[in-house]
């Protein structure tokens, strides 16, 4: 090739590769821009919302609060300025710590406080275009008020009812998912945290406290649930149609006195000799208690049923609420066997609540308040409604987490929870748990822990049985047996409640 | 050439569509400045009325001055320049004067002053450099000195330098301190335009066949683009700058690929720079750190994390329409929520206070100046011209997209600066540099004799 021939074929003309270039360069363009909207849209309110940003930190310091209010309009937080002219945070009672939390100038800011930090600054609700639109508005200078679906007697009473023991109660409306309580105890001094006067010695006396009050267990513990978790093993056996209410297990009345052996484990229960020889079905066996029924029930299911029941219950997954919640757990997972139990053994003990179970009070009291509401999971809510300054509400609708099983199944065990609580025989173990002129369902559990301590003393129910407006779970460390301490403490906050009402 | 020009001097050339958009530019900056007055005032007022002035004043003695020179070029990079520039002056206004003091005589300039300063000494450049550019030969022609005189810069920054963030950049002069990595920049490009224009075609006929319809380039000529990677490379080790190092491989690759059109080599180029980078990354703990920041700052939220999570949460307090100039960047206890953000996240405050909108719309004007950019590499007369053009307008491209990029942690965040708009002298008065070789490199020579043909015609009618 001549000198020239390679010069003109060398000068071919730039321009298709130049757009090529271009196209490029726009492209990269492009993806940044995806990544502002990422960031700006997408992300912006999580971000944004967070008791870190510093636009609600500079928020805290310029801002009136919003009030925290419940059901009936009372004041739960409230604002006092100290000598300074800085405002600081005052609760109207100390059974409040748990589900309000606190706001510090020294220390952060949790529970409520923190979750809806910026609602309480008057730094918008979450839909962009009243945010666009705040903004041609003159700055807040007050946030807005938090409506709850808390009732202060009933949390008042709760915590009272619970003592001196550790130990938590949550009570919600199964219709709406209002919660009426959420009672953690031990409680700490948020209002002396939230004053700078007295922050310092009110937050290490909670920190140093050995009952951890700054835990809130209703949402944030976990338990070993004991027979509480039966009705958990019910939905899954029912659901997945492995058992109904005739199944019965011939060899089960036998296993009482000798023990069920599974795997060569032998699975021992023998506290309701008085049944004998009769093959329970499932009322009876609820009304009971009996382990070794609903080991076998369990078995029968199988973990993948039981494992999509709990899942479908929202274990395994944090509860969509206004507070941050723990999972709950069916097994530690990456057993070979299906649902992740180890084997067998595994499986028929989680069918009464030990193995590797663990649930939040939280959980369980949906778990009763599923039941309660014809088999539709009602999604939790804390928060009812927005208040402006200017008084103009907005309202925070219910919602559901959709249905979990039938309204014919959920009846069923409905019943066979009545039965726990005021049968002849369930009432040997619940009775406490009864409220004169209605008819409460049940279920006590006693969740061994290991070692030599007293077990955990677990309720759950609902009442009134045939139109249920109140669902509960009952936790007390320690507590001894369900029937004991939990079931009488539900049975004197559901008496509470029943009185209160017109 | 006759007509209204005086003698000795060029007619000058009218420039309608520049003069149109500057109007617009300084509209839009008159708003913004009447926006953050009264957003800090509380009334109706403009900030700093006579910084602005002063700007725009500038912007028009550039317009000026290129309309008596008579030269035909490019009527949308200066406005484009001028935009941005604005904006950097607006956010510099906004910011607490503070961040940057220094003594000039027996004057105290604070960060506003300053970037006025830089901003109008970058403008006197860029219309200097337009008007006065006639010929590139002086840099073709010496293309190894350039690159010689670049290699010295960077060993005179590894040697002298002071390191900064992390970051040995900067060297300092007496009172001023200079960043050489700006300069570098330019004369990386007029060395890679001169050397793929010369090569160009053996890059593109001298291929050696590897299997299928894959060939590569023998290894003499890839030993430049060997040395550039190790030169990449060595910035990040050495500096521990990887916004140069991502800045100045990418310009070479897109200039490689222009002048060879082979996408094959430029992805092996990019394949070999993420190899060698994360083989970086698995022994230099500097490197490493860099990159676990990047992909989680929230580790360590108080700690490495800290500038890139509060940036983050700067543009999404910011939206889609942003809080306003003057109205964002809380400050707590005095102190804005990010650190360096007059240097190394102006995009996040504008992001802030101008919204997604606005980060759109800045970066619309970067893509501008790119596209002018290859517009005149396209017209050029010759491959060095176009390489030239299009690797000018990509370093102020490419180096937005990188720092914004890392603004918005879609790579990992590097120290450079976001072209016209953060704070610092180097790379204003480089950027003015570059800006004024585009538009030189962009002219479209005298003005045609105007409509022989019917002028012909008529005399063909009247005979």
Redesign the interface.
């Known amino acids: 090739m001549t000198a020239a021939g ?2 003109r ?4 003309p ?2 298709a ?3 090529r ?2 196209v ?3 492209i ?2 492009g ?3 995806l ?7 997408l ?6 919302h ?1 008791p ?4 609600v ?3 805290a ?1 310029s801002t009136v609060r919003g009030r925290i209010l419940d059901r009936d309009g009372r004041v739960l937080a409230t604002n006092r300025r100290d000598p300074s002219g800085e405002l600081y945070r005052v609760y109207a009672d100390r059974s409040l710590s748990a589900p309000l939390g606190y706001v510090s100038s020294l220390y952060g800011s949790a529970g409520l406080e923190a979750a809806d930090a910026s609602v309480l600054l008057g730094l918008g609700g979450d839909d ?1 275009l009243s ?2 639109l705040a ?1 041609f508005r003159a700055p807040t200078q007050r946030g807005d008020d938090l409506r709850t679906s808390l009732s202060l007697t009933l949390q008042r009473l709760a915590v009272r009812l619970l003592g001196a023991d550790r130990g938590a109660v949550v009570a919600l409306d199964p219709r709406t998912g209002d919660v009426l309580a959420l009672a953690s105890t031990p409680t700490f001094d948020a209002s002396g945290v939230a004053d700078p006067a007295t922050a310092r010695a009110a937050f290490s006396a909670a920190l140093d406290d050995p009952g951890q009050p700054l835990l809130d267990r209703a949402t944030q513990g976990l338990y070993v649930p004991g027979s509480a978790f039966k009705i958990v093993t019910a939905i899954a056996g029912f659901s997945s149609g492995a058992i109904n209410a005739a199944t019965a297990f011939p060899q089960q009345p036998g296993d009482e006195t000798t023990g069920l052996l599974v795997d060569g484990f032998r699975i021992v229960d023998g506290h309701h000799l008085f049944t004998g020889s009769e093959a329970l079905d499932f009322a009876r066996a609820t009304e009971v208690s009996c382990n070794i029924w609903y080991a076998l029930a369990g078995l029968r299911t199988g973990g993948a049923a039981m494992d999509a029941a709990a899942r479908r219950l929202g274990f395994g997954a944090p509860i969509p609420f206004d507070l941050p919640t723990a999972r709950s757990q069916l097994t530690n997972g990456g057993g070979p066997l299906p649902g992740g139990f180890a084997d067998d053994v595994e499986l028929a003990n989680a069918a009464y609540g030990q193995g590797e179970v663990l649930v939040t009070p939280l959980q369980m009291a949906l778990v009763a308040a599923t039941v309660a509401n014809g088999g539709v999971e009602p999604r939790p809510r804390l928060v009812t409604g927005l208040v402006s300054p200017s008084g103009a509400v907005s309202n925070v609708p219910a919602a559901t987490l959709g249905r979990v099983l039938s309204a014919q199944d959920a009846a069923t065990i409905a019943g066979a929870m009545v039965q726990a609580v005021e049968g002849v025989d369930g009432q040997k173990f619940t009775e406490g748990a009864q409220v004169a002129g209605v008819t409460v369902a049940g279920k006590t559990g006693t969740a061994q822990l290991g070692g030599t301590g007293e077990p955990n003393s677990w309720f759950i129910g609902f009442a009134p049985a045939e139109a249920p407006t109140i669902a509960l779970a009952v936790i007390v460390e320690h507590g001894g047996s369900g029937g004991s301490r939990a079931a009488p403490l539900a049975g004197d906050l559901l008496r509470a409640y029943f009185a209160g009402q017109p | 050439m006759t007509g209204s020009a005086l003698p000795g001097f060029p007619r000058p050339v009218p420039r309608w569509r520049e003069l149109g958009l500057l109007a617009v530019v300084a509209g839009a900056l008159l708003l913004g400045g009447l926006s953050l007055g009264t957003t800090r005032t509380g009334r109706l007022a403009l900030a700093h009325p006579a910084g602005l002035a002063t700007y725009l004043g500038a912007l028009a003695a550039v317009h000026v001055a290129l309309v008596l020179a008579g030269r035909r070029v490019d009527e949308v990079l200066l406005p484009t320049v001028g935009m941005l520039g604005g904006i950097g002056l607006l956010l510099a206004e906004r910011l607490p004067q503070d961040l940057v003091v220094q003594r000039v005589g027996s004057a105290t300039l604070g960060l506003a002053s300053l970037q006025l300063l830089w901003l109008v000494l970058a403008l006197a450049i860029a219309g200097l450099v337009a008007i006065a550019v006639r010929s590139d030969r002086w840099l073709r022609l010496y293309k190894y000195s350039w690159a010689a005189l670049g290699l010295g810069l960077l060993l005179l920054t590894f040697v002298f330098g002071r390191e900064v963030n992390g970051s040995i950049l900067t060297l300092d002069l007496g009172p001023v301190s200079w960043q050489p990595s700006e300069l570098l920049k330019v004369i990386l490009v007029i060395f890679f335009a001169g050397y793929l224009a010369e090569n ?2 053996l890059l ?2 001298a291929r050696v066949h590897v299997a299928g319809r894959l060939t590569l380039l023998p290894a003499p000529y890839l030993l430049p683009a060997a040395l550039m990677l190790a030169l990449a490379l060595g910035i990040v080790v050495i500096q521990r700058d990887l916004g140069a190092a991502l800045l100045f491989f990418s310009v070479f690759l ?1 200039l490689f ?2 002048a060879s ?1 082979s996408k094959v080599d430029v992805l092996l180029g990019i394949a070999l720079f993420l190899l060698g980078f994360a083989v970086l990354a698995l022994v230099f703990a500097t490197v490493r750190e860099r990159v676990a920041t990047w992909l989680d700052p929230w580790a360590d ?1 108080l700690g490495t994390g800290y500038q890139t999570i ?1 940036a ?10 942003g ?2 100039l003057g109205a964002g ?4 206890a005095g102190q804005l ?1 990010i650190p360096a953000v007059h240097t190394d996240f102006p995009l996040a405050a504008l ?1 802030e206070e101008l ?2 909108t606005g ?2 719309a800045i ?2 004007c ?2 501008v100046i ?2 002018r950019g ?1 517009r005149i ?2 017209g050029a007369a010759d ?1 060095v011209r ?1 390489l030239l053009a ?1 690797g000018l307008a ?1 370093v102020i ?2 180096q937005a ?1 990188i720092i ?2 890392g603004n ?3 790579i990992p965040l590097t120290g450079i600066t976001l072209p016209f708009i953060s704070y610092g002298g180097s790379s204003l008065l480089v950027n003015g540099l570059v800006v004024g070789l585009l538009l030189a490199f962009s002219d479209r020579g005298p003005v045609p004799p105007a409509a022989p043909r019917r002028a012909h015609r008529l005399g063909r009618k009247k005979a």
Request: charged share 15%; glycine share 16%; proline share 4%.
């Open positions: 390679m010069g074929r060398g000068r071919r730039l321009g590769r130049v757009v270039l271009g490029a360069l726009a990269a363009f993806g940044v821009a990544g502002a909207g990422y960031w700006q849209v992300r912006a309110d999580d971000l944004s967070d870190s940003d510093a636009g930190i500079a928020a310091r962009p945010r666009a903004k | 160009r075609v593109a006929d897109c690929y222009l059109g939220p509060q983050l949460h700067a543009f999404a307090r910011g939206g889609l329409l809080t306003g960047l809380p400050a707590v929520p992001g919204g997604m980060v759109v970066l619309g970067y893509l790119v596209s290859l590499a396209a491959d176009a299009a990509l491209g490419v997209v914004a990029a918005l942690k879609l």
